[in-house]
Nanobody, 120 residues
Framework: QVQLVESGGGLVQAGGSLRLSCVVS????????MGWYRQAPGKARELVAT?????????TSYADSVKGRFTISRDSKNTLYLQMSSLKPEDTAMYYC????????????RGQGTQVTVSS
């Protein structure tokens, strides 16, 4: 099993920045990649950023809606980050850290979420 605990959400004005953190523990060897999802009330869940495991840094990908504004990264202590800049009211959502199960290829593991609210 993999445990994920997010932190760093909050209320910020449009144009501001926030950094989300996610501490990963458990069967880390079973993780193929990690990412951040978000879901706003009444909207579909969106995978906003991913980073693959292994090597130095790992390849990253972003949803078009956040490209150029969000940066995903991870450190050597099994902490995943999402640096969010130039935030917009439409970025308001619950943000979840997720890990891709190497065996299934699915993001089977997810944290409890942290709320991000961007005021206009």
């Amino acid at each position: 099993q993999v445990q994920l605990v997010e932190s760093g959400g909050g209320l910020v004005q449009a144009g501001g920045s926030l950094r989300l953190s996610c501490v990963v523990s458990g069967s880390i060897f079973s993780i193929n990649a990690m990412g951040w999802y978000r879901q706003a009330p009444g909207k579909a869940r969106e995978l906003v950023a991913t980073i693959r495991s292994g090597g130095s840094g790992g390849s990253t990908s972003y949803a078009d809606s956040v490209k150029g504004r969000f940066t995903i990264s991870r450190d050597s202590k099994n902490t995943l980050y999402l640096q969010m800049s130039s935030l917009k009211p439409e970025d308001t959502a619950m943000y979840y850290c997720a890990a891709q199960n190497r065996a299934t290829g699915l993001y089977d593991y997810r944290g409890q979420g942290t709320q991000v609210t961007v005021s206009s």
